[in-house]
C-alpha cells in the first residue's frame, strides 16, 4: 500500500503543479468551435435580413418594437435607403457605407470597439446590415471594458483575431467556404507540455500496487475466518 502511495503521490503531484495545460483543447478544437458559432450565426443572419426586407415600411412605422426583438436575438441591425440610414438598432457600432461596401455578403471586420460577423443584403433600394459581436476590442480596458469573446464564445481572452489569412493561418471560414478572418492563439496554448510517459507509468503502476495490497489483504481476512 506504502509503495503504491508513493508511486502515485509524485505523478498527482506533477499533474497538478505543472501540467495544468492539459486541460486545454487543441488549437483546432478552439478553431472548429468557434467557426461552428459563426456559422450558425451566419445562416441566421442571412434569415434575419431576408425577414426584414419584405417588411421595412412596417419596420419604418414601429421601429421600436423591432430594435428589441432584433437585439434579444443578438444583432444589430443598419438599414439604408439609397445612402441614408433609416432604420438602426445601436449607436455603438460605426454604420457601414452601403456606396462603398463593395465586399461580400458575409465578412468579419474590425470596428472602433470589436470584431463582428456582418452579413449583407441588398433589397431594391435598400441595403441591410447584420451586426453579430464576435469579440469586443477597445483601445483601452477598465473593470468595464474587457477585450472579451462574446458568451456564445467561451475562449480565453489572449485570443486574437487578425484579418489575414494566407498560409500558415488558422483560418475562420463561412458557410461557403470563404475565409473570413484568422484566429490567433499563444503559444503557450498551443505548445502545452505533454503528459510524460514516466507519469503515466508511475500512475498506471501505483494503481496496481494498491488493488494487489487489497486483494492480498482480503484473502488474509477469509483465511482467519476459515
Not at 99 to 122: A, H, Q, R
Request: overall charge negative.
Amino acid at each position: 500500500m506504502l509503495a503504491g502511495i508513493i508511486l502515485l503521490f509524485p505523478g498527482i503531484i506533477s499533474e497538478l503543479l505543472f501540467n495544468k495545460p492539459s486541460e486545454q483543447a487543441p488549437a483546432e478544437v478552439y478553431l472548429k468551435n468557434l467557426e461552428t458559432v459563426l456559422n450558425k450565426r451566419e445562416k441566421e443572419g442571412a434569415v434575419l435580413l431576408s425577414t426584414l426586407s419584405k417588411k421595412i415600411p412596417e419596420i419604418l412605422k414601429s421601429p421600436e418594437t423591432h430594435i428589441k426583438d432584433i437585439s434579444e436575438n443578438g444583432f444589430n441591425v443598419f438599414v439604408f435607403d439609397m445612402d441614408s440610414v433609416v432604420f438602426w438598432t445601436s449607436n455603438q457600432i460605426i454604420a457601414p457605407e452601403p456606396k462603398t461596401d463593395t465586399g461580400p455578403e458575409v465578412s468579419v471586420k474590425k470596428t472602433s470597439n470589436g470584431w463582428y460577423l456582418i452579413n449583407k443584403l441588398i433589397s431594391n433600394s435598400y441595403s441591410l446590415f447584420s451586426y453579430y459581436l464576435i469579440k469586443e476590442d477597445y483601445p483601452y480596458q477598465n473593470k468595464y471594458l474587457s477585450n472579451s469573446f462574446t458568451y456564445e464564445l467561451p475562449l480565453p481572452e489572449e485570443f486574437g483575431l487578425s484579418e489575414e489569412t494566407g498560409t500558415g493561418k488558422m483560418i475562420l471560414k463561412s458557410i461557403n467556404g470563404t475565409a473570413l478572418c484568422s484566429l490567433e492563439i499563444p503559444d503557450q496554448w498551443i505548445n502545452k507540455p505533454p503528459v510524460s510517459n514516466w507519469k503515466t507509468l508511475m500512475i498506471f503502476s501505483g494503481i496496481v500496487l494498491i488493488f494487489m495490497f487489497i486483494h492480498q489483504h482480503s484473502v488474509n481476512e477469509i483465511k482467519k475466518l476459515q
